[in-house]
T-cell receptor
């Protein structure tokens, strides 16, 4: 069975500091991996995805993530935090075949301090 | 391109009442999903449709929840009767179905249900 673990339900960073949100997954087959962002009272918006190919994936708003198979990780980073990055971030895993349904992590709420 | 539409955005009901949520996916998206997102948790899949057929409803509490997508376009999720633990945000998502290229799910704004 697939599962996703997001370490740290709340993360605080100063504006301009590095953002690092952690995601580890468990999957018996090659996974597809995603990061979504959710702003208050809104749906989920895709930040980036890994399916195949290059393991360093760049997304919107300056975010990127690296798929590390040996560590079963897909951590999200951004070099310099902006106040507008304050939101909740979800990591999700999907099988690379079948129904492609997502299994989500429990989310990490990012707070950006002025 | 219009996104996934959901209504209502908010709903407050008493326990044991019935409620229905509506979702209109992005035009041309064959796959439609309903998720339940309880406060402090990640979304959990309730049911997945491909066109008007059910692909996965293994986590749908079928004694009280039902969903349909009769014409393969919009969909309705119903709860009857509601319980306090059904308080959550109900998210609808859709995905374009292609043969080879994987396409991600697009989410609607959700319906926030409060059961009193």
């Amino acid at each position: 069975a697939q599962s996703v673990t997001q370490l740290g339900s709340h993360v605080s960073v100063s504006e301009g500091a590095l953002v690092l949100l952690r995601c580890n997954y468990s999957s018996s087959v090659p996974p597809y991996l995603f990061w979504y962002v959710q702003y208050p009272n809104q749906g989920l918006q895709l930040l980036l995805k890994y399916t195949t190919g290059a393991t360093l994936v760049k997304g919107i708003n300056g975010f990127e993530a690296e798929f590390k198979k040996s560590e079963t990780s897909f951590h999200l980073t951004k070099p310099s935090a902006h106040m507008s990055d304050a939101a909740e971030y979800f990591c999700a895993v999907s099988k690379s075949a079948g129904t492609y349904k997502y299994i989500f992590g429990t989310g990490t709420r990012l707070k950006v301090l002025a | 391109e219009a996104g996934v539409a959901q209504s209502p955005r908010y709903k407050i009901i008493e326990k044991r009442q019935s409620v229905a949520f509506w979702c209109n996916p992005i035009s041309g998206h064959a796959t439609l999903y309903w998720y339940q997102q309880i406060l402090g948790q990640g979304p959990k899949l309730l049911i997945q449709f491909q066109n008007n057929g059910v692909v996965d409803d293994s986590q749908l509490p079928k004694d009280r929840f039902s969903a349909e997508r009769l014409k393969g376009v919009d969909s309705t999720l119903k709860i009857q009767p509601a319980k306090l633990e059904d308080s959550a945000v109900y998210l609808c998502a859709s995905r374009y179905l292609t043969g080879r290229t994987y396409n991600e799910q697009f989410f609607g704004p959700g319906t926030r249900l409060t059961v009193l």
